[in-house]
């Protein structure tokens, strides 16, 4: 229900780090999101059609990387993929857990357009930031 | 030529951030802040209610309310004698810490002991989003239907402790009051559920006495730390 303010915050933040980084245009975006995380990967799709009109994203495609849910047992320290929802643990069937991997709303990384003036041409560079 | 940049970013950083400094700002002051959070309907604001009329002779207590566009339930609560800040969302479907950050500068801190944050009805997007309270309390009413832990897990998982309104409407309903405890507990074992009815008021003392031990918790570790 709020992939519009996520897809809206992904732009801002893609648009300043490429701005930072010499890129006018952007290729593509990488999203992380978690299957626990209750962001439904077709809206946000939507959301970024209609968002990225008009910005230095506006011909970026969107790919989504969904994250399993990955627990681990706080009773027992054993780590396990959660089956429909269900979060006890199969090794010792409590349910005190910490959630490893699955909540992720995250930019992983974008691809652009490097300005002609540019310095690296002719390589594909990656950058951390 | 193509450049990738790894931007390795949470989404919700500007969020986590400005909770991480809410939550500083209450615990320092000693305040318990519950984050009440339920479907549209399921009895946040009677619950409130009839929470205050139990509490307010205790300490004192601080509301920040959030709609999307009304002011009816901070009006229901603010004839109760107890401070009550209201944050309209104006379409948005959750509370986010910036909005609560500025209701706190119009709530008498120093004077508060407990407080309570009725998120917009919605058991989908208010999970995802931390405000700085100590906990989340989620409300399920008989009236929705026992499958909904399932169907809506995160909130749950999140939760402290759920709250099952409306008990009144056991007989009128299909609600399977078993198998909805199970779901929970399959979810978050250490779940603590209140089976209750905010209207005549059963179950509630459990609840009341919850809260009671919560903010005395909070003022014993404000006050070591
Ligand atoms: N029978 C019964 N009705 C209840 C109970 N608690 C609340 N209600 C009724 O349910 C309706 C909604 O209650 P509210 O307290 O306004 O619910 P809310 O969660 O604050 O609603 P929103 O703020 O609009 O999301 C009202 O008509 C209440 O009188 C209960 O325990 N039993
Ligand atoms: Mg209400
Ligand atoms: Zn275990």
Same mark, same amino acid.
């Given at each position: ?72 047992c706080l009773d ?54 | ?6 931007v390795a970013q ?50 004192s207590i601080g ?45 008498? %801190? $120093?004077?508060? +002991?407990?407080?309570?944050? @009725?998120?917009?009805? !919605? &058991? *989908? ?51 399977? %009051? $078993?198998?909805? +405890?199970?779901?929970?507990? @399959?979810?978050?074992? !250490? &779940? *603590? ?33």
């Open positions: 229900m709020h992939e519009t303010a996520l897809i809206a915050e992904v732009l801002k933040t893609v648009r300043q780090s490429a701005l930072e980084n010499n890129l006018p245009k952007v290729t593509k975006i990488k999203l992380a999101i978690g299957k626990l995380s209750m962001a439904l990967p077709e809206a946000l799709i939507f959301a970024f059609q209609v968002l990225k009109k008009g910005t230095i994203c506006e011909e970026a495609e969107l790919e989504i990387e969904s994250k399993e849910i990955i627990l681990q027992c320290t054993q780590e396990f993929r959660s089956q429909d929802y269900n979060f006890s643990c199969p090794f010792c069937a409590r349910s005190r857990i910490k959630i490893i991997q699955g909540r992720e709303l995250h930019i992983i990384s974008f691809e652009g357009e490097e300005n002609e003036l540019g310095s690296n041409c002719g390589s594909t560079l990656i950058k951390s930031q | 030529m193509n450049l990738e940049v790894i949470p989404l919700l950083k500007a969020n986590e951030e400005l909770a991480g400094q809410n939550r500083n700002r209450l615990n320092r002051g000693g305040i318990t802040t519950v984050n009440l959070i339920s479907a549209p309907g399921a009895g946040k604001t009677t619950l409130l209610e009839k929470t205050i009329g139990a509490l307010k002779n205790l300490f509301i920040v309310e959030g709609d999307i566009y009304t002011t009816f339930d901070s009006e229901r609560l603010a004839g109760q004698g107890v401070a009550v800040v209201q944050i309209n969302t104006y379409g948005g479907c959750h509370l986010d810490a910036q909005m609560v950050a500025q209701a706190l500068e119009r709530l008498p %801190l $120093a004077k508060l +002991k407990l407080l309570f944050i @009725e998120n917009v009805g !919605n &058991l *989908v997007c208010p999970a995802e989003f931390d405000l700085g309270e100590n906990c989340k309390v989620a409300i399920l009413s008989v009236s929705e239907g026992s499958d909904k832990p399932k169907k809506y897990p995160l909130v749950f998982q999140e939760a402290e402790a759920v709250i099952l309104n409306k008990i009144d409407l056991l007989p009128y309903t299909d609600f399977d %009051l $078993a198998a909805a +405890k199970e779901q929970l507990k @399959e979810i978050k074992n !250490n &779940l *603590v559920i209140f089976p209750l009815s905010a209207k005549t008021g059963e179950g509630m003392e459990a609840w009341v006495e919850w809260l009671k031990d919560k903010v005395s918790q909070t003022e014993k570790s404000s006050a070591t730390g």
